[in-house]
């Protein structure tokens, strides 16, 4: 899972989200290269910013966030990982952000030493990061170019399989459009990853439930009317 576990009428779970995955976690398991699996509980910090840098890490499953905090306190969440993204790389000695826990986690930890020595697992690590990039340059889009409500809508619609951006299927001809999202990121962390305040969020979250575009069945769940309509809000059309 990314952010949330995601679920439709009448198919359960769903094991996947939203956006092609970086890497697929069983053609790049760090195990493959002596890797150690750890495993954390929700909200455990596996390393922090200034920490020095000694191993890799592969998520294996659940859901992690990169955030930086500023002097004053503000937070601003760079990057929540899915199952088979790479993370821990920095240019210096020292880890430039935060990694933490929004779900209980599995992780391969691979020493750096043994990077050096793969030219195997080097270009494994090569093509990861260079798909997480673009993944980085969508978001510095949101944070810069985008409306409130289409960031908000934007992060909803990342979370649906196979649904927005290029390659989209469209909706289900034999079903109805509506998809439900149980969270695993609190409004603030939401706040956080969109550049948004969580008066904005509940405010955004409101419009969107008044518009009849969603349904708040509780804080962590929320159901999608209408995949199509919200997906039209993203400012992508």
Same mark, same amino acid.
């Given at each position: 899972m990314a952010y949330l576990g995601t679920e439709t009428a009448g198919m359960g779970v769903a094991a996947s989200l939203g956006g092609a995955r970086v890497c697929e976690p069983r053609k790049t398991s760090f195990a493959d290269f002596g890797g150690k @699996? !750890? /495993?954390?509980?929700?909200h455990a910090v596996i390393f922090y910013e200034g920490d020095p840098v000694k191993r890799l890490y592969e998520l294996v499953s659940g859901s992690v966030m990169l955030y930086k905090l500023l002097p004053d306190g503000r937070r601003q969440v760079v990057?929540?990982? /899915?199952p088979?993204?790479? %993370?821990g790389l920095a240019g210096g000695e020292e880890y430039d952000c935060t990694a933490e826990t929004l779900t209980d986690s599995e992780v391969q930890e691979i020493d750096l030493r043994s990077v050096e020595r793969s030219d195997e697992l080097q270009r494994t690590l090569t093509?990861?990061?260079t798909n997480q990039m673009q993944a980085l340059h969508e978001h510095a889009v949101l944070l810069g170019r985008k409306s409130a409500i289409e960031r908000v809508a934007s992060f %909803? #619609?990342?979370l649906v399989p196979d649904r927005g951006g290029l390659g989209c299927v469209g909706p289900n001809e034999? !079903?109805?459009?509506?998809?439900?999202l149980k969270l695993h #990121? @609190? /409004?603030q962390e939401i706040a956080d990853y969109l550049g948004l305040t969580i008066e904005t969020v509940s405010r955004v979250v409101s419009d969107l439930k008044r518009k009849g575009v969603i349904h708040v069945d509780k804080a962590d769940k929320?159901?999608?009317n209408r995949v199509c309509g919200l997906c039209q809000m993203t400012g992508m059309h």
């Open positions: @699996t !750890a /495993r954390h509980e929700t990057e929540v990982l /899915r088979g993204d790479i %993370f093509k990861c990061l %909803f #619609m990342h034999d !079903a109805d459009d509506g998809f439900d #990121m @609190t /409004r929320i159901h999608l």
